[in-house]
């Protein structure tokens, strides 16, 4: 592009950041050359690429993250699945005993409920 023509990609990196009107002249925009600097144009398509970089890390990070949750989530469900299954130590431990009339301790989750014709003769 020759000296002194009119670029089409945007405010040069100066007066974009300080948000000033750029003409967008070359080799130096008005703002610029009024303080003696040459401007500084960002190639579009760099910034472009660093825009899908940074989706990529980010959707990256999103993978990571629904990964470590899906772990979290099934160890969760293991530990309450484990503490809802009682050892056979403590099944034994909580079926209560009662006893009988003739001074026999009977286990409840082996004793005849009422009606039934498991009574001996």
């Known amino acids: 592009m020759p000296s ?3 670029s089409r990609t945007g405010a040069c990196q100066r007066c974009h950041r300080r948000k000033v009107k750029c003409d967008r002249t070359r080799p130096s925009c008005a703002p610029c050359s009024r303080i003696n600097l040459q401007c500084t144009n960002a190639a579009r398509e760099h910034q472009i690429q660093l825009r899908r ?3 990529e890390r980010l959707e990256q990070h999103i993978r990571d993250l629904q990964a470590e949750n899906d772990n979290l989530t099934g160890r969760l469900a ?3 699945q484990q503490q809802h299954q009682p050892s ?3 099944e034994r431990l909580a079926t209560p005993t009662t ?3 003739l001074g026999l301790q009977i286990d409840e989750s082996e004793a005849p409920t009422a009606g039934s014709s498991d009574i001996a003769s």
């Open 78 to 80: 293991d530990a309450q």
């Open 88 to 90: 056979t130590e403590d």
């Open 4 to 6: 002194g023509s009119v």
């Open 99 to 101: 006893t009988s009339s």
């Open 53 to 55: 970089q940074d989706a």
